[in-house]
């Protein structure tokens, strides 16, 4: 069992940047591969980045390669999503995720764990 907690959402101009973290309970951090998703409202909830366990492998979709970094710290049992030259369409709730099984997929429904989300507005 795997507990997830966002934070460091908020309000931010287009081009600024924020700094998500999820902090996970359990003392297996290190064994899942970790995932940040996105949804906007009457949208579906998309990939964002994802990242192995131990080698630090990342994965970004197109739309935020270049802008966005993950990183995770097993010592702290965290997962980060630092976003740059955010935009408008950035606008989502932001929501980290835990896989147990297998490497980092783009499926949200491959996940096993997730946070509550956290609100990140990019405004104009």
């Known amino acids: 069992q795997v507990q997830l907690v966002e934070s460091g959402g908020g309000l931010v101009q287009a081009g600024g940047s924020l700094r998500l973290s999820c902090a996970a309970s359990?003392?297996?951090?290190?064994?899942?591969?970790m995932g940040w998703f996105r949804q906007a409202p009457g949208k579906e909830r998309d990939f964002v980045a994802g990242?192995?366990?131990?080698?630090?492998?990342?994965y970004y979709a197109d739309s935020v390669k270049g802008r966005f970094t993950i990183s995770r710290d097993n010592a702290k049992n965290t997962v980060y999503l630092q976003m740059n030259s955010l935009k408008p369409e950035d606008t989502a709730v932001y929501y980290c995720?835990?896989?147990?099984?297998?490497?980092?997929?783009?499926?949200?429904?491959?996940?096993?764990?997730w946070g509550q989300g956290t609100q990140v507005t990019v405004s104009s």
């Open positions: 359990g003392r297996t951090f290190s064994s899942y591969v």
């Open positions: 990242i192995s366990r131990s080698d630090g492998s990342t």
């Open positions: 995720a835990a896989k147990y099984v297998g490497n980092v997929v783009a499926l949200s429904t491959a996940y096993d764990y």
